[in-house]
């Protein structure tokens, strides 16, 4: 692998601004300054550091994240009014993470974070059909004629209405909580259908999308990377 690649890679910056990184010393390859950016190197095998910064010690091509989001942040890599999801991940060098898809700044719930464009494409690709699945709970409770209008498609506004659903109702706590299970990504899509059966959502929470399940000891904020299992439950 070319230097330059590497290092772009680990989201360092534009070609140019890596060569000029070069040229002012700020990398070692092996504790030798390189002067030139189009070097081949094996980051299994050679050691690179950049500005005092050990690039090589964890280096992967692509990383994976299960991130619990909480409230109040909003699913963006960068925002000049509101914290994002990136700003609770230590991402160090690495600024080519991004959150697949979105969730709403008031939802709660299960969202991957990656450098893997490929299979945030796959997830997000509505000829895939990936599920996803939410727990709702609802200002009121819900009827069996509501459930089937859900299940069949709702006209939310769009060209077209929702494609049918899946759902189940869980009582939680003495509260029954409606599950629906769709495969969109429409915007603010659950709460939409919700005001078409006259309802309202007042909380909501993403736990699984396609194999993958919320982790249940990570609390809102809290991000752990995804095991291999639950990778290849998404591949």
Same mark, same amino acid.
């Given at each position: /692998? ?13 070609? #140019? ?8 010393? /700020?990398?070692?390859? @092996? ?12 980051? *299994? ?34 925002? %000049? $009014?509101?914290?994002?999801? +990136?700003? &609770?991940?230590?991402?160090?060098? @690495?600024? %080519?993470? *991004?959150?697949?898809?979105? +969730?709403? #700044? ?12 490929? +299979? *945030? $494409?796959? &997830?997000l690709s509505p000829k895939k059909h990936v599920e996803k699945e939410y727990e709702v709970h609802t200002r009121d409770p819900l009827s069996d004629k509501d459930i089937k209008k859900l299940e069949e498609g709702v006209d939310i506004g769009d060209d077209e209405p929702t494609l049918p659903a899946k759902s189940f109702i869980e009582n ?6 409606? $599950? ?12 939409? /259908?919700?005001? *078409? ?11 699984? /999308?396609?194999?993958?399940?919320? @982790? ?15 990778? #290849? +439950?998404? #591949?």
């Amino acid at each position: /692998m070319r230097l330059d690649k590497f290092l772009g890679s680990c989201g360092l910056g534009s070609r #140019k601004q890596l060569k000029e990184y070069v040229k002012n010393g /700020m990398v070692t390859v @092996d504790g030798e300054v390189v002067s030139k950016s189009d070097i081949n190197i094996d980051p *299994a095998k050679n050691e690179i550091i950049f500005s005092g910064e050990n690039l090589t010690e964890n280096y992967k091509e692509f990383r994976y994240y299960l991130l619990n989001k909480p409230q109040g942040v909003v699913s963006a890599t960068r925002d %000049n $009014h509101d914290e994002t999801v +990136l700003d &609770l991940i230590d991402v160090g060098f @690495d600024n %080519n993470l *991004a959150p697949v898809g979105r +969730l709403d #700044k008031d939802t709660e719930g299960l969202l991957i974070i990656t450098n893997d464009g490929k +299979l *945030a $494409h796959k &997830l997000l690709s509505p000829k895939k059909h990936v599920e996803k699945e939410y727990e709702v709970h609802t200002r009121d409770p819900l009827s069996d004629k509501d459930i089937k209008k859900l299940e069949e498609g709702v006209d939310i506004g769009d060209d077209e209405p929702t494609l049918p659903a899946k759902s189940f109702i869980e009582n939680t706590d003495g509260e029954d909580v409606l $599950h629906l299970i769709i495969h969109e990504g429409r915007f603010h899509q659950v709460k939409r /259908m919700l005001e *078409a059966v006259g309802n309202e959502v007042v909380f909501l929470r993403r736990i699984r /999308m396609g194999g993958l399940v919320l @982790d249940p000891d990570l609390k809102p904020g809290e991000y752990r990377e995804l095991s291999d299992e639950e990778l #290849k +439950l998404l #591949k």
